[in-house]
């Protein structure tokens, strides 16, 4: 079975720190994506990678970075964490074949609340 | 942009009885995958059925059916013999299945079955 792992499931930060939030797959997926969930508003996409090195903005780049320096590994940086960025963050992979092998597989998620 | 719909924000249904969650999209695509996810209370994402548009067949799996109108750009699910494990938040994703695999979710039904 494929598998995702978040290095946290529940997390408390201080406004202004460095947090960073890690996902691992075993697949060998070429693509690797977080989102950012709030209620109302569903699942947004922040970043993706669909190679090593290799990042593209999502919809809400703002105040994040990433990091994927191997293929198993993608990485959420929030540079200088702030109060409005409290939220669920899931991390999901996928193959990079496109075509049938289309289906994402995600991550428990990681509840982030900063004070 | 691709963009993903979901009108109803909750609904309820009474265990044994059938209930159909609707989805629209807008994508000027050809060609695409359409996805239903469960997430539970548990948090973990679960990829319920697909439908690749190039199919006009409906995809069914085993309770989980959907209603693909391909020219209304319409994706709905239904839910036969409602159990009360299938209480959870439904999410109705898009894909162009491109390189990336860039997956746009809409903004979830939160269904709740009752006893």
């Known amino acids: 079975d494929v598998k995702v792992t978040q290095s946290s499931r529940y997390l408390v930060k201080r406004t202004g720190e460095k947090v960073f939030l890690e996902c691992v797959q075993d697949m060998d997926h070429e693509n690797m994506f977080w989102y950012r969930q709030d209620p109302g508003l569903g699942l947004r996409l922040i970043y993706f990678s669909y190679d090593v090195k290799m990042k593209e903005k999502g919809d809400i780049p703002e105040g994040y970075s990433v990091s994927r320096e191997k293929k198993e590994r993608f990485s959420l940086i929030l540079e200088s964490a702030s109060t409005n960025q409290t939220s669920m963050y899931l991390c999901?992979?996928?193959?990079?074949?496109?075509?049938?092998?289309?289906?994402?597989?995600f991550g428990q998620g990681t509840r982030l609340t900063v004070v | 942009a691709q963009t993903v719909t979901q009108s109803q924000p909750e609904m309820s249904v009474q265990e044994a009885e059938t209930v159909t969650l609707s989805c629209t999209y807008d994508?000027?695509?050809?060609?695409?995958?359409l996805f239903w996810y469960k997430q539970p209370p548990s948090r973990q994402m679960i990829l319920v059925i697909r439908q690749e548009a190039y199919k006009q067949q409906n995809a069914t799996e085993n309770r989980f059916s959907v209603n693909f109108q391909k020219a209304a750009k319409s994706f709905s699910l239904k839910i036969s013999d409602s159990q009360l494990g299938d209480t959870a938040m439904y999410f109705c994703a898009y894909t162009d299945g491109g390189a990336t695999n860039k997956l746009i979710f809409g903004t979830g039904t939160l269904l709740a079955v009752q006893p």
């Open positions: 994508t000027s695509e050809n060609n695409y995958y």
């Open positions: 999901a992979s996928s193959p990079g074949q496109g075509g049938a092998n289309t289906e994402a597989f």
